[in-house]
């Protein structure tokens, strides 16, 4: 591994002293901030936080690219029991994949200034169990949450206006979402997410068991509304329903009646 990892577009602020204290207390090595695009990093073959709470500095997606930087020159990384203290107030936006494959991170609260969670943001966080949503967030993006098997309870809140479908694929576990009423973008009835018009079924919890009769108000289901379906038995479709994905029911194994109805 090289001795010196050069990364271009550093600028002198608290971000990059963070991550070279994060850095020098997990290795125990000697970390140098050497100019305004060079850190200084004697050998590693591991870095191994446990334990931890990490405050986040000021700008968090300089600080997460640093990181995924190091670790495609790490042997590994371990991070055990993380918990994310404090995102500045002043974030409006998560960005694209800003948190993928955190897996250490265990629950996250996003402070009240956050409006969008961008496409994969948490992708892959395993052991996610806990998430806050903020009163002022207004889009959930692609695969938000994409793979958090742990993750057993979300509310939406009433200022969500746009969200997609495969925000929650993967999430196995989350059998408690929840959705404020009169919000413009969803509702949910018993386990399953609607458009606000419920012209769309969205996605359908892992919590949902036995037969599902779809409401005729529904004309189509998203491509991969039933991903974590596992304990769907039944469906009945509405004569109403105008689209349906044609692998959409690839995706549930105890499936074993579809009617329409």
């Known amino acids: 591994y090289p001795n010196e990892i050069v990364i271009t577009g550093i600028s002198p602020d608290p971000t990059i002293y963070y991550l070279i ?20 990093i004697s050998k590693v073959d591991m870095i191994e936080i446990n334990d931890a709470e990490i405050t986040i500095p000021p ?6 690219s640093y990181v995924l930087l190091f670790w495609e020159e790490l042997e590994d990384v371990i991070f055990e029991n993380i918990s994310i203290a404090d995102i500045p107030e002043n974030i409006e936006l998560i960005e694209d994949n800003a948190f993928s494959h955190l897996e250490g991170l265990k629950s996250i609260t996003l402070p009240d200034h956050v ?9 892959g966080c395993r ?25 057993d309870h979300v509310s ?22 929840q959705a404020a009423p009169g919000n413009p ?4 009835e018993n386990g399953i997410l609607y458009t606000a018009d419920k012209s769309q079924l969205l996605w359908c919890s892992p919590s949902v068991t036995g037969t599902l009769t779809i409401p005729e108000s529904v004309t189509s289901v998203y491509t991969l509304a039933f991903y974590d379906a596992a304990n769907l038995s039944s469906l009945v479709i509405p004569e109403s329903m105008q689209v349906m994905p044609g692998t959409l029911f690839g995706l549930c194994p105890a499936l074993e009646d579809i009617r329409i109805a």
Not at 59 to 64: E, P, R, Y
């Open 115 to 123: 409006t969008q969670i961008s496409r994969k943001a948490f992708e």
């Open 21 to 40: 204290e994060l850095l020098q207390k997990s290795t125990n090595r000697r970390i140098k901030y050497i100019t305004a695009d060079k850190i200084g």
């Open 59 to 64: 700008d968090m997606s300089m600080l997460v």
């Open 185 to 188: 973008a969803v509702v949910l």
């Open 156 to 177: 939406l809140p009433e200022s969500l206006q746009d969200f997609n479908g495969d925000a929650f694929r993967g999430c196995s576990s989350l059998v408690d979402l």
């Open 127 to 151: 052991n996610l169990e806990t998430v806050k949503l903020p009163p002022s967030l207004l889009q959930i993006g692609a695969g938000a949450f994409l793979d958090c098997a742990l993750l």
